[in-house]
């Protein structure tokens, strides 16, 4: 073996030779301790959101549904986003499986990167331990903890988000060109992820390199120039490809009204998702004016600190606020092309403009969408605590250093009593033991070193206390359906604990359905507390009900990831599968393209997981999609292309509107029925003049 052999792991245990001894060998622990803890319980969440893990199932039969993003393998319709980040899990499944693993290790992986991403972009300009406290906070989020655990697109945005921030604040060091084409590869492949949430960032990114690069007017407007070439072709490859495609030779765009996906993109997934006029929607937005009060909860300025949202990001958003004001206080004689600068106005002004979004935003606002902040937090406390820890003999820095450090102390304090009967001592010793920390942090340039050193790790510990305990309530539980939160139930907010949609915690105010299947009545589990209500009720109005709840949750979720059918269910948790109706679907399945029908894709979602075969989604998520309509369905059945179809279902309109109500009526006019273990199916070859 040669000298060059021995190198390689000798430079990845070492590190850079200018980092102290420690260093790197600190960065692969808080790597390895960040994979431990989000695979922890992994398979706990069973399919997790079994809306996007019925896509991925499909995505690893067929490399068609795997480009566009079908909901089933036999191509009828694709999930309401592009399909990058089902990718990874599709491929993980082709290699070994289907299982509740092979879908949620990649998520964990992404995890575990977006940790490494902002430790590598802190440390270039700071220090090791800057850049550790940063990734130990963002892998202690406890909406991160959920959302790297989870099947929903968000994990790889946020990663790559991440990866855009550091390629920027590269390019701000040499002014290479790559790093702007590279940053905006990143945002246009985000864009395919989730699409246009993946631009909030550009303005403040494409602002901060117009006047902070260390290059001349003209070339820095030539690389921005290059770096929106990227976004648009790394973004608008499958956009193209998509909409010369032959309508009739693909699946209908989930989502869309009018089989666009330009048309999803800039209505129910783009403007709809500001000002709440979002067609096909399970609900309305925020009051006109933004003013709040809405079936998406209360818009303002304090929306991530409200009482919904608050446990699941908002720990350090004072100190991060507070911190980023220090840092630019700090370089304001700095030189225009100062990378310090840089680094806090590129990741200050990612989470300032994300959250002005999240906070304003009056169309469907989720609690998890909150983990596209983590990665800009973390960055400001780790390097606005580095700056001022250097600088703690001065007064202004040593004063500023109490002030975050107190409010994280008061601010923990206020979560932690949302939660009653939550570890009642965590939320004493958060507020004592922060406090004592701020006081001595007041002091810490006449400290000695070893007292100045347990002051800086009191503060740590107290800081990070109840964000720590949220994440490992978190990792306890199981989290299913379309709906989840991180952390207990919260006093005035959707909780933590099984399921995360549902009764009580599924629609948004926690309200159930009415009799026509829209947002209204109150619902019928306890406010507050996710996925309480009870499992099994059938609903008027063709709302969810017709399953039988699993064994494991008051969800009805099963070890295997299949939902409970009560509540909002067939809309936001899918239907349990009792074996008798696994066997009626199977039956001769493969002599039909889909072994069944159901209306909207959760209730769909958990027939095909169950029994590996495609399940056609009327109407797309909501039930709400005009796809297939009544004509078209009637072929399929003439054809004999669908088996069965499953009574019930979810969706916004349930079986009482749209394409969904008519194919519904009809198949109920015209077709034999059975019921298996309380849920209808209707035999699509036995009409009823043969019975």
């Known amino acids: 073996m040669t000298v060059h052999d021995h190198a390689f792991p000798r430079r990845l245990w070492r590190g850079r030779p200018e980092d102290p001894r420690w260093a790197r060998p600190a960065f692969l622990a808080l790597l390895l301790a960040t994979l431990l803890l989000y695979l922890a319980n992994l398979s706990a969440s069973g399919y997790a959101n079994s809306f996007y893990s019925a896509a991925v199932?499909?995505?690893?039969?067929?490399?068609?549904?795997?480009?566009?993003?079908?909901?089933?393998?036999?191509?009828?319709?694709?999930?309401?986003?592009?399909?990058?980040?089902?990718w990874p899990m599709a491929l993980s499944v082709r290699l070994f499986g289907l299982h509740s693993w092979a879908i949620l290790l990649p998520e964990v992986l992404m995890g575990v990167g977006t940790v490494a991403v902002v430790y590598a972009a802190v440390r270039r300009r700071f220090s090791p331990a800057a850049g550790l406290l940063a990734g130990a906070v963002l892998a202690l989020t406890p909406v991160a903890a959920l959302m790297f655990r989870f099947n929903n697109p968000d994990a790889m945005l946020a990663l790559l988000m991440a990866v855009a921030c550091y390629l920027v604040i590269r390019a701000l060091e040499?002014?290479?060109?790559?790093?702007?084409?590279?940053?905006?590869?990143?945002?246009?492949?985000?864009?395919?992820?989730?699409?246009?949430?993946?631009?909030?960032?550009?303005?403040?990114?494409?602002?901060?390199?117009?006047?902070?690069?260390?290059?001349?007017?003209?070339?820095?407007?030539?690389?921005?120039?290059a770096g929106l070439g990227a976004i648009v072709v790394a973004g608008g490859w499958w956009v193209a490809v998509v909409e010369l495609w032959p309508a009739s030779s693909r699946p209908y765009i989930g989502g869309s009204q009018n089989d666009s996906f330009l048309e999803l993109t800039f209505g129910y997934n783009g403007l709809g998702r500001l000002n709440g006029d979002e067609t096909g929607s399970v609900g309305g937005g925020g009051a006109p004016g933004g003013g709040g009060g809405g079936g998406w909860g209360e818009t303002g300025w304090d929306r991530m600190f409200g009482s919904v949202v608050g446990g699941q990001i908002s720990w350090l958003i004072p100190a991060a606020l507070i911190l980023l004001v220090a840092g630019l206080v700090a370089t304001r004689k700095a030189a225009r092309t100062s990378v310090t600068r840089g680094a806090f106005l590129v990741w200050g002004g990612a989470l300032l403009t994300t959250m002005l979004v999240f906070s304003y935003m009056q169309g469907i606002f989720h609690e998890y969408y909150t983990v596209a902040l983590a990665p800009y937090i973390a960055p400001l406390v780790g390097m606005g605590a580095a700056l001022l820890w250097e600088r703690r003999d001065r007064t202004w820095a040593a004063l500023t250093l109490t002030a975050a450090m107190t409010a994280t102390a008061a601010w923990g304090y206020v979560l932690l009593n949302r939660s009653s009967g939550y570890q009642p001592w965590l939320k004493w010793l958060v507020l004592v033991g922060g406090l004592t920390a701020a006081l001595g942090l007041l002091f810490a340039a006449r400290l000695g070193r070893r007292i100045a050193l347990g002051v800086a790790g009191l503060g740590l510990v107290t800081a990070l206390a109840g964000p720590a305990a949220y994440t490992l309530t978190t990792l306890g539980d199981a989290h299913t359906g379309s709906i989840v939160t991180a952390g207990p139930a919260v006093t005035g907010g959707r909780g933590g604990g099984p399921g995360g949609g549902g009764?009580?915690?599924?629609?948004?105010?926690?309200?159930?359905?009415?009799?026509?299947?829209?947002?209204?009545?109150?619902?019928?589990?306890q406010q507050g507390q996710q996925g309480q209500g009870q499992p099994g009720q059938n609903l008027p109005g063709g709302m969810p009900g017709g399953g039988t709840p699993?064994?494991?949750?008051?969800?009805?979720?099963?070890?295997?990831?299949?939902?409970?059918?009560?509540g909002m269910g067939g809309l936001l948790n899918g239907a349990g599968v009792s074996d008798e109706a696994k066997g009626l679907l199977e039956d001769d399945a493969q002599a039909y393209t889909w072994v069944a029908a159901a209306v909207g894709a959760q209730n769909a979602a958990s027939y095909q997981l169950s029994t590996g075969d495609p399940v056609m989604a009327i109407g797309g998520f909501n039930g709400t999609d005009p796809s297939p309509t009544l004509d078209e369905f009637k072929e399929y059945v003439a054809n004999r292309e669908i088996h069965y179809f499953i009574a019930g279902g979810g969706g916004m309109g349930g079986a009482s509107a749209g394409t969904s109500s008519q194919i519904s009526t009809w198949v109920q006019e015209s077709f034999t029925s059975v019921t298996v273990d309380g849920t209808t199916f209707y035999d699509l070859t036995k009409p009823k003049t043969e019975s």
């Open 503 to 525: 009764p009580g915690g599924g629609m948004p105010g926690g309200n159930m359905p009415d009799g026509n299947g829209f947002p209204g009545r109150p619902g019928q589990g």
């Open 57 to 86: 199932q499909a995505g690893s039969e067929s490399w068609k549904a795997f480009f566009f993003g079908s909901l089933d393998a036999a191509n009828a319709i694709t999930v309401d986003k592009p399909p990058a980040a089902l």
């Open 550 to 566: 699993g064994d494991g949750n008051p969800q009805g979720e099963t070890p295997d990831g299949r939902g409970g059918a009560g």
């Open 174 to 225: 040499d002014g290479r060109t790559r790093w702007i084409v590279w940053a905006g590869a990143a945002i246009g492949f985000a864009f395919l992820a989730k699409t246009l949430q993946a631009f909030l960032i550009l303005p403040p990114l494409a602002l901060v390199y117009a006047v902070c690069a260390p290059v001349p007017v003209r070339r820095r407007v030539a690389q921005l120039a």
